[in-house]
């Protein structure tokens, strides 16, 4: 693999070099090429990469630019029925001018970095990169160094956005194997609010596209971003992701993950409690089956005093798939009068699944309230025999106790119209035979 791997580096840094842009991103692809450069690629023997393999990736020469291709309905893959939403398209990593919304919102600047005006390029030029570390993914560092485009949300002071803005990236099979880098800069100003939902989604065929995306979040005094990352492409796929989060005085973070598996699926989330009062409240889920894997690595740094965590995560898998879960929360010496609290719970339907979970908590202050736990567990034979004691077969049973195990934090998400989208494609996950499932559907309706 030495040599493939050899090849692999070359040939991505080939490819950073022929899109670097120059102008206000010089400095950041710079950084992110000699980051990549001198990064190691992850093995078995890289500690956050050791339950992971990357063999896949070293198999065919995706390190080319994608083409554009539409497809009819592709729509329906991303579009959700009763929320109105203001929508940026991207299809292999770039802009779809046709799909996209061109409403404005008082209060919202979204531009692409290619559009911005000197004022939003300079706000651009302060915030970018700053937050995405490069020290533990070779694949963040990647990012930075091909920079030359993005999203860019600015919500102005005071500001509550009457809808909320969704960037959707679709992934869809070219030509030839290839690599679409997509960026994503988010900044509250004091006391705005929005909610950003950010949807991967891919067409029901064999993929040969690699996703690259990193988004930063930078939330001001008082200010409050929901976000959710929604991962469903198809099980062929390849996504590298990132998420990194600043929070200042008093400020919220609410994130929503759901991440269904792929061929290779890595999420790192990045969350700097920098000024006290802040709060980040994190839950996820991921449902890997068949052979997909899963791997989200979460990082809170506790900086400052008197603020909040709350993070939760569970995950299902199936058949003979593997999941990866690796959450830190680091209190630094400053950061007295902490309060923060990390719970994964996972359920293995098969004896042949995979979990690695490892919370963990690092604590330097000695004023803190601080809890973590995980636990590894089958479905209840005693619920089981209940349910099939009343007349429901071993198994919907299976699917029924199955999707309790989640629906907790489904029913936590406060957007109803994508709340009800979910519960399907969820559902999906446990069996294709929808007489089995629409009774989970039903009761969402009914409610």
């Given at each position: ?431 294709s035979d929808k007489s089995l499932t629409q009774h989970l559907i039903a ?5």
């Open positions: 693999m030495g040599e493939a791997v050899s090849d692999f580096n070359q040939q991505a840094l080939s490819l950073t070099q022929a899109r670097q842009a120059g102008g206000v991103y010089q400095a950041i692809n710079q950084l992110g090429a000699s980051a990549f450069e001198t990064m190691p690629f992850p093995t078995r023997k890289t500690e956050s990469w050791k339950y992971t393999s990357l063999h896949a990736l070293t198999q065919q020469n995706y390190n080319q630019s994608p083409k554009a291709v539409l497809l009819d309905g592709i729509d329906a893959q991303y579009e959700v029925s009763g929320l109105e939403v203001v929508n940026l398209v991207f299809v292999n990593g770039q802009f779809q001018a046709a799909l996209s919304s061109n409403e404005t919102l008082a209060g919202l600047q979204l531009v692409r970095f290619s559009e911005a005006t000197s004022e939003q390029l300079a706000l651009i030029e302060k915030h970018l990169g700053k937050l995405a570390e490069t020290e533990r993914n070779l694949f963040t560092a990647l990012n930075n160094a091909q920079v030359n485009d993005g999203v860019f949300v600015f919500v102005d002071k005071n500001t509550q956005l009457a809808k909320p803005i969704q960037i959707t990236n679709i992934s869809i099979k070219d030509e030839q194997p290839a690599t679409a880098f997509n960026r994503c800069l988010i900044v509250l100003d004091t006391h705005a609010q929005a909610t950003v939902i950010e949807q991967f989604v891919s067409s029901d065929t064999e993929q040969n596209v690699v996703m690259n995306q990193v988004t930063e979040a930078v939330i001001g005094d008082g200010a409050h971003l929901q976000h959710y990352r929604l991962n469903k492409e198809h099980e062929s796929s390849i996504h590298f992701g990132g998420m990194y989060v600043d929070l200042s005085r008093d400020s919220q973070f609410t994130s929503y993950q759901i991440l269904l598996g792929s061929k290779i699926k890595r999420f790192d989330v990045l969350v700097n409690h920098n000024v006290s009062g802040s709060h980040c409240e994190m839950k996820g889920v991921y449902l890997p089956k068949n052979e997909q894997q899963v791997d989200i690595h979460s990082y809170i740094e506790h900086k400052a005093p008197n603020c909040t965590t709350n993070e939760v995560y569970r995950g299902i898998m199936a058949d003979k798939s593997k999941a990866v879960f690796n959450g830190r929360i680091h209190i630094h010496p400053d950061a007295q009068k902490t309060l923060a609290e990390l719970s994964n719970k996972n359920l293995l339907l098969s004896d042949k699944a995979q979990i690695n979970t490892k919370p963990e908590l690092e604590i330097y202050a000695d004023d803190v309230r601080c809890a973590h736990g995980a636990t590894v567990a089958q479905l209840n034979e005693t619920a089981k025999f209940y349910l099939q004691s009343r007349g429901i077969s071993a198994q919907e049973a299976d699917i029924m106790l199955s999707f309790g195990f989640i629906n907790e934090l489904l029913e936590s998400i406060p957007l109803e119209a994508l709340r009800v989208s979910l519960r399907p494609l969820l559902a999906e996950q446990f069996s009761d969402e309706a009914e409610a």
